[in-house]
Structure formats: structure tokens, C-alpha cells
């Protein structure tokens, strides 16, 4: 367990619809980063926040958007989903920007 | 840009063959690099790394060496277990406007048969 967690674990859906997927970092952590993984494309780099910052953008649609809250929890928002969507979006966090990066179980997106 | 290009899966080895899973990366100065691996229905836990040149990363049996002549750091073990069945990734990370965000290869998924 790495003390990392995501809510929720399995999400499914319709094309059209918007999506909100939770990560609680674990304690202490100030850097969370979002990753998604595809069959096409593998584990890709979507956004990260640092102490309710964001720091750094990866390849994120524009239809997709990310905050970090005071209490340091992230939630990745999903909208206008597509089939292509569909995938396994994990969440990972660090203590600080440098630090090893521990992954949450991930929540796996299905768009129907 | 920064990439990983780690070989193709799938590798099916017999349990206690010697397992070699190669990777190269590209990237601008100096990265660390690290081998992520990913049971079934699990998230990706870190199995080793290292952070310049020449280093050795090592944990529960595997190894890999930061080549920077070579642009490398192929993951090894010598003797596989069942358990050891998992997909892994090959990953770098470096200091970009400091984010150490991960670049990730597409995987090797290992299959260890009794």
C-alpha cells in the first residue's frame, strides 16, 4: 500500500458526459501528478500541483482540467468525454517536486 | 524531448532463467532513471533507481547500471521467480522549470512460467 489513494476505482460512463476523480496524496506529500494510461499511448504525464499549485503540463486536453485543494487533495475533471478517453488514470504524489513519486491503485475510465 | 525506448514484450522465461529487459533513453542533461514495475490490477511501485552516471540500482534481485556512454540502464536478474510475472516500465525524470514529472517507455510485460 502506498498510501496514495484513489476514488474512485472504477468509473463508467457515456460519451458526452463529465467525470471528477479524486486523490488523496499521502501524508505529508505536497506534489501530486496525474498520469494516464492507454493501450495507444501508454503511461503519459497529464498535470502536476504542488502545494495547491499548479507546476508543470504535460500532454492534458484541453477538455480536462485538475486543482489541488488546501488539504492537499487533487480531483482531475473529465469533460466532454470521447471513446478515446476510456483508460487507467492514476495519481501519484511527492514529498517535494525531487522526491520519488508513489502511485495510488488508479481509477480505470470506461466511455461507452 | 526526453523519451524511453524499452524492448517489446511479451518475454515468457522459465523460473530461475536470467532476465534482461533492455532500455535507452534521450534526454537533455542529466535524468535519473528508474524501473517501475506493475502487478495485475495494481498501481506502478518503484523497483529500483539511480541518479547519475555509473550508479547501480538494485532491489529484491534486479539490477541496472546508469550508462551515460551508452544511454542505457537495461534491467537484470538473475534468476526469476513466478512471482516475478508483472509488466515493467522504464522511466526517466528531470528537472524541467522543476517539475520531475516521468517519462515513461510502453512497457515489458513478463510472464515467469513454473
Known amino acids: ?112 | 524531448g526526453n523519451s524511453v525506448t524499452q524492448m517489446e514484450g511479451p518475454v515468457t522465461l522459465s523460473e530461475e532463467a536470467f532476465l534482461t529487459i533492455n532500455c535507452t533513453y534521450t534526454a537533455t542533461g542529466y535524468p535519473s532513471l528508474f524501473w517501475y514495475v506493475q502487478y495485475p490490477g495494481e498501481g506502478l511501485q518503484l523497483l529500483l533507481k539511480a541518479t547519475k552516471a555509473d550508479d547501480k540500482g538494485s532491489n529484491k534481485g534486479f539490477e541496472a547500471t546508469y550508462r551515460k556512454e551508452t544511454t542505457s540502464f537495461h534491467l537484470e536478474k538473475g534468476s526469476v521467480q513466478v512471482s516475478d510475472s508483472a509488466v515493467y516500465f522504464c522511466a526517466l525524470s528531470y528537472s524541467g522549470a522543476g517539475s520531475y514529472q516521468l517519462t515513461f517507455g510502453k512497457g515489458t510485460k513478463l510472464s515467469v512460467i513454473p
Open chain 1, 1 to 112: 500500500d502506498s498510501g496514495v489513494t484513489q476514488t474512485p476505482k472504477h468509473l463508467i460512463t457515456a460519451t458526452g458526459q463529465r467525470v471528477t476523480l479524486r486523490c488523496s496524496p499521502r501524508s505529508g506529500d505536497l506534489s501530486v501528478y496525474w498520469y494516464q494510461q492507454s493501450l495507444d499511448q501508454g503511461l503519459q504525464f497529464l498535470i502536476q500541483y504542488y502545494n495547491g499549485e499548479e507546476r508543470a503540463k504535460g500532454n492534458i486536453l484541453e477538455r480536462f482540467s485538475a486543482q489541488q485543494f488546501p488539504d492537499l487533495h487533487s480531483e482531475l475533471n473529465l469533460s466532454s468525454l470521447e471513446l478515446g478517453d476510456s483508460a487507467l488514470y492514476f495519481c501519484a504524489s511527492s514529498r517535494e517536486t525531487y522526491n520519488e513519486q508513489f502511485f495510488g491503485p488508479g481509477t480505470r475510465l470506461t466511455v461507452l
